[in-house]
Structures are given as structure tokens and as C-alpha cells.
């Protein structure tokens, strides 16, 4: 298995506090990505990273922001939590290269109430 | 954004049928589509990662084909087994861009 955790697994938070979800891998990948999970959309992209400190929007990135400091981690923060931000959100990571596959983390799940 | 359609969005076959799902995508500065597949409450594992035009690829009863001129894809799943019931996603990049926008998924229920 590919060297990817997410932390914590689980959280419950109040609306309005702010809220970090931190990706780590092992792979010194160059690409990782933050997605998450909502019925009836799949997958949506929030950010993603294609190196040190160089990151770009996905689809979905209103109310979240990223950091990628080192290779190995890739933290996303909710600035100010809401219910609508409750969801499965799941770290990948890939080499970026054109015939090479993504590796998901594990999930978290967050709850906003 | 870009668009990715999967069709059908979900699809109930009986223990030893035959299926087929489709991606769609631009066609234009096609880089890359990617096959994942995702049971609950699992994370998405790769099946394909495909790059040319007329490619086929297979991993045991599970196949794709590629065409990048039109912007399709299929995953064909030969004699479906209740373990293949799961959410079947597809992702195009485009341009050298490893930005992975997935499609809403094909989820599939094989009945004993």
C-alpha cells in the first residue's frame, strides 16, 4: 500500500471554528490533491498541490485553503466550519507522471453541527 | 471545469452478466483518463490509467477502451460477481496537467 495518511479519521466540530485535516505521505510524490465525498457528486476536487508551496483550485475550494510546506504533508483547513462543509474527505497523492495511478488515504470523516 | 459525464448513473445486473459503462470528456489537449473503482466506505483503487488513443487495457474480467479522438471511454465487466458491486469512477487530465477531476460515477449492483 501507498505510504498515505490522513489525520484525525474522524472529527466533530462547532460551526464557525476553524478546522485543519492534514494529509502525510511517505511516496515523495509530487502531486496531492483533496477531495470530498457527497452523494450524488462522487468525488469533488477542492485543491490540489503540484509541489512545494505551488497549489491551485479545484472545483470546489470556497471556504477551504491549503498549505503545502514540505513534500510530505498537505494540510487543508476549513476557515470558519459549516454544515454544508459535513462530508468524507479523502487525500491522494500521485507522481504525475501520465501512465501512473492516484493512491487514496483512508478517509475523514467531518462533522460540522 | 472540466466536464465528465458517466453513464449510466447506476446500474442493477444479475450474478453472471455481462456490463458496460461509459466516460465521456473533451477531446481537446487530452492528456490522460484514469479507472477507479470505490466500494463503501472504502477509498477509490485504481483499475486503469490510460494514455492512447485505440488503447485497451484488462485486469481479469475487467477491461477498457480508449478513444481520445472522440472522448470516450468504456469498462466492460465480463460475467459480473456480487464483490464487483461498487461505484465505478473515471478521471480525464488534460494538457500534462495531473489535475484529476473525477466523473459522478457509475454505481454497480451485482445481484446474487
Known amino acids: 500500500d501507498a505510504g ?3 489525520s484525525p479519521r474522524h472529527k466533530v466540530t462547532e460551526t464557525g471554528t476553524p478546522v485543519t485535516l492534514r494529509c502525510h505521505q511517505t511516496e515523495n510524490h509530487r502531486y496531492m490533491y483533496w477531495y470530498r465525498q457527497d452523494p450524488g457528486h462522487g468525488l469533488r476536487l477542492i ?3 503540484y509541489g512545494v508551496k505551488d497549489t491551485d483550485k479545484g472545483e470546489v475550494s470556497d471556504g477551504y485553503s491549503v498549505s503545502r510546506s514540505k513534500t510530505e504533508d498537505f494540510l487543508l483547513t476549513l476557515e470558519s466550519a459549516t454544515s454544508s462543509q459535513t462530508s468524507v ?3 491522494a497523492i500521485s507522481t504525475g507522471t501520465s501512465n501512473t495511478e492516484a493512491f487514496f488515504g483512508q478517509g475523514t470523516r467531518l462533522t460540522v453541527v | 471545469i472540466l466536464n465528465v459525464e458517466q453513464s449510466p448513473q447506476s446500474l ?3 450474478e453472471g452478466d455481462s456490463t458496460n459503462f461509459t466516460c465521456s470528456f473533451p477531446s481537446s ?3 490522460a483518463l484514469h479507472w477507479y473503482r470505490w466500494e463503501t466506505a472504502k477509498s477509490p483503487e485504481a483499475l486503469f490509467v490510460m494514455t492512447l488513443n485505440g488503447d485497451e487495457k484488462k485486469k481479469g474480467r475487467i477491461s477498457a ?3 481520445t479522438k472522440e472522448g470516450y471511454s468504456y469498462l466492460y465487466i465480463k460475467g459480473s460477481q456480487p464483490e464487483d458491486s461498487a461505484t465505478y469512477l473515471c478521471a480525464p487530465s488534460q494538457g ?3 489535475k484529476l477531476v473525477f ?3 457509475t454505481k454497480l449492483t451485482v445481484n446474487p
Open chain 1, 89 to 91: 474527505y479523502f487525500c
Open chain 2, 96 to 98: 500534462g496537467s495531473e
Open chain 2, 29 to 31: 489537449n487530452f492528456y
Open chain 2, 65 to 67: 477502451t480508449l478513444n
Open chain 1, 4 to 6: 498515505i495518511t490522513q
Open chain 2, 12 to 14: 442493477h445486473v444479475q
Open chain 2, 103 to 105: 466523473g459522478k460515477g
Open chain 1, 47 to 49: 485543491h490540489y498541490s
